[in-house]
C-alpha cells in the first residue's frame, strides 16, 4: 500500500529541517533553542564536570502533583510521602506529617525552580521537555536538560583550545567543585548518593566541528576568554553561591559576543548601552537601535554563512533553506532575544518589542571584575578602554566614543547632554556596586576592593 501525499510531504519536511538543524551546527557550533541561563549553566558544568545524579526523589518531592496521572503516580504526595518514610530508604522521618510533608514540598519547589519553569516532572508517568536545578552545588547537576542545543559543550570546546581558556575551566572547576549554599543542605536529604559519568563525545554533540572552526573560533574570541580568566580568579576568594552564578553571567556573556562577533568584522562590533533609563532620550533610541541591528544580524548569520561557505554547502541544503529559510531566521531571533535578556544584557525583560542594550546591575558587576586587577586602581578612560577591548561595549566613557558611535551610524547623540549623562549614570551604577569612587569632583576611580584603598 503507498504511503499517503501527507505522509510523503511530511517525511520530506521532516528531511528538509534535519538539514537546515544540520547547517546551523556547522555554522554556529551549536543549534540555537529558546534556553535560559540554568540550561546553558547545565551543559556547561556537565562537560566540564563529565558527572552527574539521576535526582529522581528530589524530582518527584520538588513538583508536587494533585491528581494522578497514572494509577500510583509518585508525584502525588499520598503515593510519594509513603515510600520516602520506608525503612529501606529512610528519607523522610516517621514523625513529619503529611500536612508539613506538602508543606515542605512547595519550599522545595520554590527553592529549586527560582529561574520559573526550569524544573519540571521527568519521570514516569511524565516526560518534560528540559529538568534544570538553580545549583547550589554540584551535588544538583543532572542530565535530563533538552533545550541548551550542547551550547555549553562548545563553549567548553572552544576555551580548551588555548591555553587562557585551559586556565579558565581549571579555575571554574574548582568554583564548581566548591560551590555550596543553605539551599543544597535543604535539599540534600533527597540527593541519590551514586553518580554516573557523562560519557557523550562533546565534538559530536555540537556536529564535530573541525579542529580548525575552533582553533578560530578561540583567537576570534580570546580578548573575552582573558576577560572569563581573570574574572574566574577574581572569583576565587568568593562565597561560593555568589561565584558560581556569576561565573555563569561570564561565560553567557562570552557566547553572546561570540554570536555576534563571528559573523561581522570584529571591529565593526559593538554594543552602546543606555544606563541614564530615560525612556524618550535619545540614548535609548540609539541603544535600541543597536539592539535591533544586533538582533536582525544574528538572524540572517545562516545565510550570511551559507554565503560565505559555498563549498561546504549541498544544493540539498540550499533547497532545504529555501523552504525553511524564514524559520531559521526566527528561531535565531528568538535565540538571541531570549538569551540576550535572560543573561542580563537586554533590557526590559518583559514582552515589549522596543529593547535595549543595559546590563543588569549583576552583569555589570561581573564585566567589571573580568577586566579588573586585583589591588589595582585605575581611571575611567582606563576601564573604559578594557571594556572596549574585552566586551566591545561602548559606553561613551572616552572621548573618542562620539565618533566611534558616529561611525557605526548611531547618531544624532551629543557629547555633552547625551553621553556626558550616560558617564554620570555608569559612574553612579558602579559606586552602587561597591567597585568604584569620587575622590574628588571629576575623578572617578574602579578597583575590586575601593573600601581597602580609601
Not at 533538552?146 to 588555548?162: E, I, P, Q, Y
Not at 548601552?273 to 537601535?289: K, M, N, P, V, Y
Not at 563549498?311 to 529555501?322: I, K, L, M, N, P
Request: proline share 5%; net charge neutral.
Amino acid at each position: 500500500m503507498n504511503a499517503s501525499p501527507n505522509t510523503r510531504s511530511g517525511e520530506v519536511k521532516q528531511v528538509d529541517r534535519q538539514k537546515v538543524t544540520h547547517l546551523q551546527r556547522m555554522s554556529l557550533g551549536y543549534l540555537p533553542m529558546r534556553m535560559k541561563p540554568v540550561h546553558f549553566a547545565t551543559s556547561f558544568l556537565l562537560a566540564l564536570c563529565r558527572r552527574y545524579r539521576r535526582l529522581e526523589w528530589l524530582n518527584k518531592t520538588a513538583n508536587p502533583k494533585a491528581t494522578e496521572r497514572a494509577p500510583e503516580d509518585e508525584y502525588v504526595a499520598e503515593n510519594l510521602f509513603p515510600l520516602l518514610q520506608d525503612d529501606s530508604e529512610e528519607i523522610l522521618s516517621s514523625k513529619l506529617k503529611m500536612e508539613e510533608f506538602k508543606l515542605l514540598r512547595q519550599h522545595l519547589n520554590a527553592a529549586f525552580n527560582n529561574d520559573g519553569a526550569a524544573l519540571g516532572a521527568a519521570f514516569t508517568p511524565y516526560s518534560t521537555f528540559g529538568c534544570d536545578y538553580s545549583m547550589p552545588s554540584m551535588e544538583f547537576l543532572s542530565n535530563q536538560s533538552k533545550n541548551h542545543g550542547n551550547a555549553g559543550a562548545f563553549a567548553w570546546l572552544v576555551l580548551d583550545v588555548s591555553r587562557p581558556g585551559k586556565d579558565f575551566l581549571s579555575l571554574a572547576r574548582k568554583i564548581a567543585d566548591n560551590a555550596t549554599s543553605p539551599a543544597a543542605m535543604f535539599g540534600r536529604p533527597l540527593i541519590d548518593d551514586s553518580t554516573e559519568e557523562y560519557a557523550q563525545d562533546l565534538s559530536d554533540l555540537c556536529g564535530s566541528p573541525p579542529l580548525g572552526f575552533l582553533k578560530s573560533s578561540s583567537d576570534l574570541m580570546r580578548h573575552q576568554t582573558e576577560a572569563l580568566r581573570k574574572l574566574a580568579g577574581n572569583l576565587q576568594h568568593h562565597p561560593t553561591a555568589f561565584a558560581l552564578r556569576h561565573l555563569v553571567l561570564g561565560l553567557g556573556s562570552w557566547l553572546l559576543v561570540y554570536q555576534i562577533r563571528r559573523i561581522v568584522n570584529c571591529d565593526q562590533t559593538i554594543f552602546f548601552c543606555d544606563f541614564t533609563g530615560e525612556t524618550r532620550s535619545r540614548l535609548r533610541a540609539q541603544s535600541a537601535a543597536c539592539y535591533s541591528r544586533q538582533l536582525g544580524l544574528f538572524g540572517r548569520s545562516l545565510h550570511l554563512w551559507m554565503e560565505s561557505n559555498p563549498s561546504g554547502v549541498s544544493t540539498e541544503d540550499y533547497e532545504a533553506f529555501s523552504k525553511l529559510g524564514v524559520k531559521a531566521s526566527k528561531d535565531l531571533e528568538d535565540h538571541f532575544r531570549d538569551f540576550s535578556v535572560r543573561i542580563g544584557w537586554v533590557q526590559p525583560r518583559t514582552g515589549t518589542p522596543f529593547k535595549y542594550f543595559r546590563p543588569q546591575p549583576d552583569t555589570m558587576r561581573v564585566l567589571l571584575m573580568s577586566v579588573l586587577e586585583p589591588n589595582e586602581v585605575c581611571t575611567m578612560d582606563e576601564l573604559a578602554e578594557r571594556l572596549r577591548r574585552h566586551w566591545n561595549l561602548v559606553l561613551g566613557l572616552l572621548p573618542k566614543d562620539h565618533a566611534t558611535l558616529l561611525q557605526h551610524g548611531y547618531t544624532p547623540l551629543d557629547e555633552d547632554s547625551d553621553l556626558q549623562a550616560n558617564r554620570e549614570a555608569f559612574k553612579q551604577l558602579a559606586v552602587h556596586l561597591g567597585l568604584a569612587w569620587e575622590p574628588s569632583d571629576g575623578l572617578v576611580l574602579f578597583s575590586l576592593n575601593p573600601d581597602h584603598l580609601l
